[in-house]
């Protein structure tokens, strides 16, 4: 018979299908070669918050797809999230497709369509006018340099922490992410290479704010090549969990008409803005930094334009809000 179900390729180690599932899941995170210490925290914090309660103690043969739809709609039913739920559900298959290859189990009991796609919220594009009056409202030129390189170039907050000097080049109108700053729940803080070979990049920056790249570069002109473009207020690296804090950013997003608005939505709104100014597909995966065209996708526009034409477009967006502004001042 077990001659058979090798031959069909059906068999499973019996001894092995009486693992529970915690334990395999312990096992298949320290198994993986290479995991980022954050996606090892995404992980586990999966496996604690809604897995483990409701799975961890079930033998890996007896789970099946009924009792992986029943999981699901216990933790949607409890508050969590869809995007939340479908990153746990994602993680789960992964771990019994493992299984599955390990001849474990007979097949993925994960079965649920469209249970592993994320349905986030949508999220508000700031007008370039909201941009530059954010900029202002930070407490010093750190801040503000910050808010424009993440709008206007697209940024995540852990390639903006870990910028160097070097890496802003305000003569080739540029700005190269190297690297990243991960804070882990631990509060420790790591640099790593960016998320992907893909986070490796050099982006073209608008003309319309070099003139103040330039001053904030002359603001420290003693400093080596090599030192933190943005530190904290003891020299150190910035920590993403004292910015809203220390920039009072509450206040300055209720102030410019974006109550709620997230860091992250900056980068939302520099991808909106190259979409418009006519980014084709590729143009906008390597702007953003992205080897996969889903993200992309939604700010896909049917011209192609260069990464240059990009930034020259967003800066005449900027030379032109200015512009209503000194329109708007009472003449003298």
């Known amino acids: 018979m077990i001659e058979g179900q090798l031959t069909q390729g059906t068999w499973t180690d019996p001894e092995r299908a009486r693992i529970t599932l915690a334990d395999y899941a312990e096992a298949w995170i320290t198994q993986r070669p290479g995991l980022r210490p954050r996606t090892v925290e995404i992980y586990r914090g999966s496996l604690k918050r809604h897995i483990v309660p409701h799975l961890g103690g079930v033998p890996l043969g007896k789970l099946d797809s009924a009792m992986i739809r029943e999981w699901r709609a216990r933790i949607l039913g ?117 998320k992907s070979a893909a986070g490796v990049r050099t982006v073209a920056l608008p003309p319309a704010i ?43 997003v209720a102030a410019i008409g974006a109550p709620g608005l997230h860091f992250h939505d900056l980068r939302h709104t520099g991808n909106t803005l190259a979409g418009e100014g006519g980014a084709s597909l590729r143009d906008l995966m390597e702007r953003m930094g992205h080897d996969s065209v889903r993200a992309a996708m939604m700010y896909q526009h049917p011209t192609s ?15 032109r809000a200015e512009d209503v502004d000194d329109s708007d001042e009472p003449k003298g």
């Open 78 to 194: 409890n508050g969590t999230s869809v995007s939340e739920a479908a990153k746990a559900y994602r993680f789960l298959r992964a771990m019994l497709m493992t299984a599955v290859d390990d001849l474990i189990i007979p097949r993925n009991p994960c079965r649920i369509r469209g249970a592993g796609a994320e349905r986030p919220e949508e999220r508000p594009v700031l007008a370039v006018r909201q941009v530059l009056d954010l900029a202002e409202r930070m407490p010093d030129a750190r801040f503000r340099m910050i808010v424009l390189l993440a709008a206007f170039a697209s940024l995540r907050w852990g390639e903006l922490a870990a910028l160097r000097r070097c890496d802003l080049d305000p003569v080739a109108g540029t700005v190269s992410v190297r690297r990243q700053q991960v804070e882990l729940d631990t509060g420790q803080l790591i640099v790593t290479p960016p």
């Open 210 to 252: 070099l003139s103040t790249v330039r001053e904030y570069l002359d603001g420290a002109a003693g400093q080596p090549p090599d030192a933190l473009l943005f530190t904290g207020a003891r020299g150190g690296s910035l920590r993403r969990s004292n910015f809203r804090r220390a920039v009072g950013w509450s206040a300055a």
């Open 305 to 319: 334009e260069a990464s240059h034409r990009i930034a020259d477009s967003i800066s005449g967006m900027i030379q």
